[in-house]
C-alpha cells in the first residue's frame, strides 16, 4: 500500500460515522446493531469467509494480474461472436451512469430516456426484420431459442411434439433450448443440411402435423448464406408450424427480410453490435409477428401519452410478466439484458443504414477473398462449401485440424476447429494487416 | 384530508432538495425519435456494387444516419430523462439498488476481458480464474459446496435449480415429484419459473406473523413435492425463525429447499443459507454485489448447491488441475457426470461476473458483513422515522409499510417530486397499499432523513394532490392503460399514424 491508496475498514461504499451510529440506533431504540439481527442461533454463522479486503488500486492489480493469464491472441473466430470495432461513442454514452445505474422503468415518468433508447432498439429490429413486434431483449440467442419454441407451443391451434433444428445447431444452443422445453411435452430433433445449408427436401419429408417449429438460421453457424428460405418457410407453414429463424442485425442489414420469406419468428444475438466478444455474453434478439402479440416472452415498450397530451414511452402489455401474471406468465424473465441493448441501439446509430449496410458487405467480400488466398495455399481448400459465404468459412486442411490450430495459436492467431480436418476462419473485426499477418503464418504452418 | 389543501411545493419546503428532472419539450413530444431526427433508405442492389445475387438480398433499409455530434447530443438528452443511483436514493424493496462502484467498470472494460466463447481453454486462463475464483468466494458466501456462474439473471438462476431439482428426483427413480411450493408472497419470477420447468405451483398462505405456516406447510408437503422455494429474510424482511424445522419437514417428504437470492444483501456474514439447511440457491450479483442494473440488466444468478447436487449442475464448469508453468495454477472446463446441459449459449454474463468479483474481493469479509449491518441498520432507522404504519416486524434489510387511505401508487409518483425515487409499490400483496422499502447500506443519514421526509410530507397530502402528481419529471402522469389498449411497439407505427 502507499499513499495513494485508501484504506477503510468495513465497506467503503457505505457512510457513517461513529456519531451518526449512535443517533441512528437511538432513534430506532436499540443498543446495538446485532440486536436488529433476528437470526436464531443455530443457524447464525460466526465463521469468516477468508475473503482479503483490498484497496480500489490493489483490486485493479489483482483482477489484472489474472486476466493477463489470458493469451492475447488475433481471434480469426465467429460461429455467432464477432469482434467488431465498437466506436467510442457507444462506451462513453452508454457509461453515463443514469443508464447504467438505474432500474427496470417501473415508474415511467421518471425514465423516459431510457424507454425511448429502448424503443428506438426494439424499431431498429422492426425494420431489420421486417416483423411487427420485437422485445426489449432475451439473454442471448440460446435462450431466445428456448422462449421462440415455447411461444410456438402456446399459439398452435392444435398440441404438437416435434421441434426440428439443423443438425450444425450449436451444442449450447441446442442444449438451452432442450432446457426451456423440458417442462414441456416437446422434443428436439434434428434435420440434416447438405453442403452447409438446409437439405429442403430431407426436412420436408421428416416434417408433418406433430411439428411445432421449424428452425434455420441465415447466415448458418459454418458462414453459409442459406438460399431457400422461402421453401422452408413453405413447408413449415404447411405443418402448421412456426418458422423461427436464427440471425444478427449485421447479417440482417443485408441479407433477405425474414419478414418476406415467411418467417414467423426472429431470434438471435443482437451484441454483434454493441459489444465486444465478452466471452459469450450476448443480447438474445426475439422478434415475431403481430399476431402474436399476447403471447411474447420479455419486456415491451409501447407509446402513450401523459397529463399534458405528450408523447411519452412505457413497458406496456405487463400482464404477459412474471410480477402480475406469475405461473401464468409467457416467461420466467425479468432482469434482461437492456443496457446490452441500449448499446446495440446506439452502436447500429452510430453506422446508419450506409454503414449497416457497408459491414455486412464487406463481411461478404472479405470473406470470399481470404478464402481464395487460403485456397492458393497448398494443402489447404476454402471454401468447402460451394455456397455464398458472410463474415466466415470453413477450410479443408490436409493436415489434422486441431494441430494447424495449435500451431496458430503459438503464433498468436486463433481459429475454430470444426472437423478432423476443417478449420473455420472469420474476418469481421480483424482489420487487413492482421489478416495478411495471418495468411503469411498459416502459409508457413501448413508448409 | 381535504381535498383543498395546498400541495406543498418541494422546491420551497427547506427541508428537501429542489428538484426539476431535466425535460427536452419539442412540439407534443419531449426528445425527438432518432426516426424524426433522420430517415435514410439505402437500396441494395441497385448499383451493382451487391456482391451477392439479388434473390439472396433483401431490397433496402431505412433507419436514421445521423452524425456523431448528433447522436452524442440525442443519447446526452435521453440520459438525463432518466433517474440512476448517482441522481439520488432508489428504495426499491426487493431490487438492491446500492451504489455501483466505478472502478468495476474499469476493470470489465480491460482488453484481456475481451475474448471470444470459442477460445481454446490454454489462451483463457486468466479468465479461467476468475470465473473459479467467483465460484469460490460464492461457495464461501452461501455456505454452499459447489456453483455455476452460467445463469444470467436471478430468474435464469432459478430456472436452474428448477432443472437441477428434477435431474436429481429423476436420478433417484422420483420422476413423478410434479409439485413445487410456493410462499404467497414471493417474487413472480418463482411462480413462472416453476411453471417453465413444468411443475405445478402450490401457493402457501402466510401465518399471522407474516411468516411461513407451518401448519399449511405440512398440509402442502408429499410425497410429489419436488422443491419449496423460499426468500429468506422473506420479501417482509423478515427472517423465517423456523427455517431448520420447515427444512427438516421439506427434506422429511425427499423435497430439496430452494434459497432465492434476492434478500441475501441482509445477512452477509451473519447466516449462510447453507447453513440454514438449504440444497439450491441463487445469488444476484446485480443486487448483492454491486454490479449495475443497467435499466433492467444484465445481472447475473449464479446458483450454489450441496454436495450431493453438485453432479447436476450446469455444463461447463470451472476446475483446478493443479500447478502449470512458473508454479500458477491451472484449470480447465469440465462437464459435470449428469450434467442438466446448458441453460444459456456459453457461460453466461462474464462481463458481470467480472465487476461481481471485483466488488467482493474489494470488501472482502470485513466490508461483505458491514455492507449487511448497515443495510439492516439504514432500513430500520428509516423505519423509525417515517408515518406509514408498518405492520410486521422484526425486519431487517427492508420492510413493508402501508400507505393506508391512499393509494400506493400515487404515493410513489408524489414522492418523484421530492426527488426521491419512490420504493416498490402495492407488493407484497399480504400489506394493504404496500410500500416496500429497501435503502441499502449506500445511504447516509442525511439522505435517509431526505428520504423520509419525503416519505413523511406525501403522507400528509391529498389524495387530489397525489392523483395530480408527478409535476417535476420529465413527463407527467402517463396513461398506461392506453398504451396496452392501442400498442404501438415501434417508430414504424407512429409513422402509420400521422400518414
Redesign the interface.
Known amino acids: 500500500m502507499n499513499e495513494s491508496d485508501t484504506h477503510t475498514?468495513?465497506?467503503?461504499?457505505?457512510?457513517?460515522t461513529d456519531d451518526?451510529?449512535t443517533?441512528?440506533?437511538e432513534?430506532?431504540?436499540?443498543d446495538s446493531?446485532d440486536e436488529?439481527?433476528?437470526?436464531?442461533e443455530?443457524?447464525?454463522?460466526t465463521d469468516?469467509?477468508?475473503?482479503?479486503?483490498?484497496?480500489?488500486r490493489e483490486?485493479?492489480r489483482?483482477?489484472?494480474s489474472?486476466?493477463?493469464?489470458?493469451?492475447?491472441?488475433t481471434?480469426l473466430?465467429g460461429?455467432?461472436?464477432y469482434?467488431y470495432y465498437i466506436?467510442s461513442?457507444v462506451?462513453h454514452?452508454?457509461?453515463?451512469?443514469?443508464?447504467?445505474?438505474?432500474?427496470?422503468?417501473?415508474?415511467?415518468?421518471?425514465?423516459?430516456?431510457?424507454l425511448?433508447?429502448?424503443?428506438?432498439y426494439?424499431?431498429?429490429l422492426?425494420?431489420?426484420t421486417g416483423l411487427?413486434?420485437?422485445n426489449?431483449?432475451m439473454?442471448?440467442?440460446?435462450?431466445a431459442l428456448g422462449e421462440a419454441a415455447?411461444l410456438a407451443e402456446r399459439v398452435r391451434s392444435t398440441s404438437g411434439h416435434r421441434v426440428l433444428v439443423p443438425d450444425l445447431l450449436?451444442?449450447?444452443?441446442r442444449?438451452?433450448l432442450?432446457?426451456?422445453v423440458?417442462?414441456?411435452d416437446l422434443t428436439v430433433e434434428s434435420y440434416p443440411t447438405d453442403d452447409g445449408t438446409v437439405d429442403v427436401g430431407a426436412l420436408e419429408s421428416t416434417v408433418d402435423d406433430d411439428v411445432v417449429m421449424v428452425y434455420a438460421e441465415n447466415p448458418t453457424v459454418r458462414g453459409t448464406?442459406e438460399?431457400q428460405l422461402e421453401s422452408i418457410g413453405d413447408i413449415a407453414d404447411g405443418a402448421d408450424a412456426l418458422f423461427v429463424l436464427g440471425s444478427d442485425p449485421v447479417a440482417?442489414?443485408?441479407?433477405?427480410?425474414p419478414a418476406?420469406v415467411g418467417v414467423d419468428v426472429v431470434i438471435g444475438?443482437a451484441s454483434v453490435l454493441g459489444l465486444?466478444?465478452?466471452?459469450?455474453?450476448?443480447l438474445g434478439l426475439f422478434a415475431c409477428r403481430e399476431e402474436y402479440?399476447r403471447q411474447v416472452p420479455g419486456?415491451?415498450?409501447?407509446?402513450?401519452?401523459?397529463?399534458?397530451?405528450?408523447?411519452?414511452f412505457?413497458l406496456?402489455?405487463?400482464?404477459r410478466?412474471?410480477?402480475?401474471?406469475?405461473?401464468?406468465?409467457t416467461?420466467?424473465?425479468?432482469?434482461?439484458?437492456?443496457?446490452?441493448a441500449?448499446r446495440t441501439a446506439?452502436h447500429?446509430?452510430?453506422l446508419?443504414?450506409?454503414g449497416?449496410?457497408d459491414l455486412a458487405?464487406r463481411g461478404?467480400?472479405r470473406a470470399?477473398e481470404l478464402a481464395a488466398r487460403l485456397d492458393g495455399l497448398d494443402g489447404v481448400q476454402a471454401p468447402v462449401h460451394d455456397r455464398?459465404h458472410i463474415r466466415e468459412f470453413v477450410a479443408h486442411v490436409d493436415q489434422p485440424a486441431p494441430a494447424i490450430?495449435?500451431d496458430l495459436?503459438k503464433r498468436g492467431f486463433?481459429v475454430?476447429v470444426v472437423g478432423e480436418h476443417e478449420i473455420q476462419v472469420c474476418v469481421a473485426g480483424v482489420p487487413d494487416d492482421d489478416l495478411d499477418d495471418f495468411v503469411a503464418t498459416i502459409t508457413e504452418v501448413v508448409r | 384530508m381535504s381535498d383543498d389543501q395546498t400541495p406543498t411545493d418541494p422546491t420551497t419546503d427547506a427541508s428537501q432538495v429542489r428538484y426539476d428532472?431535466a425535460r427536452y419539450?419539442n412540439d407534443?413530444?419531449?426528445?425527438p425519435?432518432?426516426?424524426e431526427k433522420d430517415q435514410?433508405?439505402?437500396d441494395?442492389g441497385d448499383d451493382g456494387?451487391?456482391?451477392?445475387?439479388d434473390?439472396?438480398?433483401?431490397?433496402s433499409?431505412?433507419?436514421?444516419?445521423?452524425s456523431?455530434p448528433e447522436?452524442?447530443r440525442?443519447?446526452?438528452?435521453?440520459?438525463?430523462?432518466?433517474?440512476?443511483?448517482?441522481?439520488g436514493p432508489?428504495p426499491?424493496g426487493s431490487?438492491t439498488?446500492?451504489?455501483?462502484?466505478k472502478?468495476t467498470?474499469?476493470?470489465a472494460?480491460?482488453p484481456?476481458?475481451?475474448?471470444?466463447?470459442?477460445?481454446?481453454e490454454?489462451?483463457?486462463?486468466?479468465?479461467l480464474?476468475?470465473l473459479y475464483?467467483l465460484q469460490d468466494?460464492l461457495g464461501?458466501?452461501g455456505?454452499m459446496d459447489a456453483v455455476t456462474l452460467q445463469p444470467?439473471?436471478?430468474?435464469?438462476g432459478?430456472?436452474v435449480g428448477i432443472?437441477v431439482a428434477?435431474a436429481y428426483h429423476e436420478h433417484n427413480g422420483e420422476g413423478h415429484r410434479n409439485e413445487v411450493i410456493i410462499p404467497e408472497s414471493a417474487?413472480?419470477?418463482n411462480?413462472?419459473?416453476?411453471?417453465?420447468?413444468?411443475?405445478d405451483?402450490v401457493s402457501l398462505p402466510s401465518d399471522e406473523d407474516g411468516r411461513v405456516d407451518l401448519g399449511a406447510l405440512e398440509a402442502a408437503l408429499s410425497e410429489n413435492t419436488a422443491a419449496l422455494m423460499l426468500t429468506n429474510p422473506n420479501t417482509l424482511g423478515?427472517?423465517e425463525?423456523d427455517?431448520?424445522e420447515i427444512a427438516d419437514m421439506v427434506h422429511d417428504v425427499g423435497g430439496l429447499l430452494y434459497y432465492d437470492g434476492a434478500n441475501l444483501n441482509a445477512?452477509l456474514?451473519?447466516?449462510?443459507p447453507g447453513?440454514?439447511g438449504f440444497d439450491v440457491m441463487h445469488y444476484?450479483v446485480?443486487k448483492t454485489f454491486?454490479t449495475?442494473?443497467?435499466?433492467?440488466?444484465?445481472?447475473a444468478?449464479p446458483v450454489g448447491v450441496v454436495a450431493e447436487l453438485e453432479s447436476f449442475l450446469p455444463?461447463p464448469r470451472v476446475r483446478e488441475v493443479g500447478g502449470g508453468a512458473n508454479g500458477?495454477e491451472t484449470y480447465e472446463l469440465f462437464d459435470p457426470e449428469h450434467t442438466?446441459?446448458?441453460?444459456?449459449?456459453?457461460?453466461?454474463?462474464?462481463?458481470?461476473l467480472?465487476k461481481a468479483?471485483?466488488y467482493?474481493?474489494?470488501?472482502?469479509?470485513?466490508?461483505?458483513a458491514?455492507?449487511s449491518?448497515?443495510?439492516?441498520?439504514?432500513a430500520?432507522?428509516l423505519?423509525?422515522?417515517i408515518e406509514y404504519e408498518i405492520p410486521y416486524g422484526?425486519f431487517?434489510h427492508e420492510f413493508v409499510a402501508s400507505a393506508g387511505d391512499q393509494d400506493a401508487a400515487d404515493v410513489?409518483?408524489r414522492m418523484?417530486d421530492y426527488g426521491v425515487?419512490?420504493p416498490?409499490t402495492k407488493?407484497p400483496e399480504i400489506v394493504p397499499e404496500a410500500l416496500m422499502t429497501e435503502p441499502t447500506?449506500?445511504?447516509?443519514?442525511d439522505t435517509l432523513d431526505r428520504l423520509a421526509a419525503a416519505f413523511n410530507a406525501v403522507a400528509k397530502e391529498s389524495n387530489k394532490v397525489l392523483e395530480?402528481a408527478?409535476e417535476r419529471?420529465?413527463?407527467?402522469?402517463?396513461?398506461?392503460t392506453?398504451?396496452?389498449r392501442n400498442?404501438?411497439?415501434?417508430?414504424?407505427?407512429?409513422a402509420e399514424e400521422d400518414t
Open positions: 475498514t468495513g465497506s467503503p461504499y457505505a457512510p457513517h451518526g451510529r443517533v441512528m440506533l432513534a430506532i431504540g436499540v446493531v436488529l439481527f433476528d437470526i436464531p443455530d443457524v447464525r454463522f469468516e469467509f477468508g475473503i482479503d479486503a483490498r484497496s480500489e483490486t485493479r489483482l483482477v489484472r489474472v486476466l493477463d493469464r489470458n493469451t492475447d491472441l481471434e473466430l460461429r455467432g461472436h469482434g466506436p461513442l462506451d454514452l452508454a457509461d453515463r451512469s443514469e443508464f447504467l445505474t438505474s432500474y427496470t422503468q417501473y415508474q415511467p415518468e421518471v425514465s423516459q430516456g431510457f425511448q433508447a429502448l424503443f428506438e426494439q424499431s431498429l422492426v425494420e431489420l411487427e413486434i420485437a426489449c431483449s439473454y442471448d440467442a440460446a435462450t415455447t450449436r451444442d449450447g444452443r442444449s438451452t432442450e432446457n426451456y423440458a417442462g414441456t448464406i438460399e440482417l442489414s443485408l441479407l433477405q427480410r418476406d444475438d465486444p466478444t465478452s466471452y459469450g455474453m450476448g402479440l419486456r415491451l415498450v409501447g407509446v402513450s401519452e401523459d397529463e399534458t397530451d405528450r408523447r411519452v412505457t406496456t402489455l405487463q400482464t410478466e412474471q410480477h402480475i401474471r406469475r405461473e401464468r406468465a416467461s420466467n424473465i425479468c432482469t434482461n439484458q437492456a443496457w446490452v441500449l446506439m447500429a446509430a452510430s446508419g443504414p450506409n449497416m449496410v458487405k461478404v467480400t470470399e455464398h490450430a495449435e495459436e486463433a475454430h | 428532472q419539450v407534443g413530444q419531449y426528445e425519435l432518432l426516426s435514410t433508405s439505402v441494395i456494387d451487391s456482391p451477392l445475387p434473390d439472396l438480398t433483401r431490397d433499409i431505412k433507419l436514421p444516419e445521423l456523431e447522436l452524442a440525442h443519447y446526452t438528452r435521453l440520459s438525463q430523462m432518466i433517474y440512476g443511483i448517482d441522481s432508489y426499491l431490487c439498488m446500492k451504489y455501483n462502484p472502478f467498470e474499469d476493470v472494460a480491460l484481456s476481458a475481451a475474448i471470444h466463447p470459442d477460445r481454446s490454454e489462451s483463457i486462463q486468466g479468465t480464474e476468475l475464483r468466494y464461501r458466501i455456505g444470467p439473471a436471478g430468474a435464469a432459478e430456472f432443472r428434477a417474487h413472480g419470477t411462480f413462472a419459473t416453476a411453471a417453465l420447468g413444468g411443475y405451483v423478515l427472517f425463525r427455517i431448520e445477512l456474514g451473519r447466516a449462510r447453513d440454514m444476484n446485480h454491486a449495475p442494473h443497467g435499466g433492467g440488466g444484465p445481472g444468478g455444463a500458477a442438466i446441459g446448458n441453460v444459456h449459449g456459453f457461460q453466461g454474463n462474464w462481463l458481470v467480472v468479483f471485483a467482493i474481493a474489494r470488501l472482502g469479509d470485513e466490508g461483505l458491514d455492507a449491518a448497515k443495510a439492516v441498520l439504514n430500520n432507522y423505519a423509525s422515522q422484526p431487517h410513489a409518483k418523484l425515487h419512490p416498490t407488493w447500506e449506500v445511504e447516509s443519514k395530480d408527478p419529471t420529465t413527463a407527467r402522469r402517463i396513461d398506461q392506453s398504451a396496452a400498442p404501438r411497439l415501434s417508430w414504424h407505427e407512429l
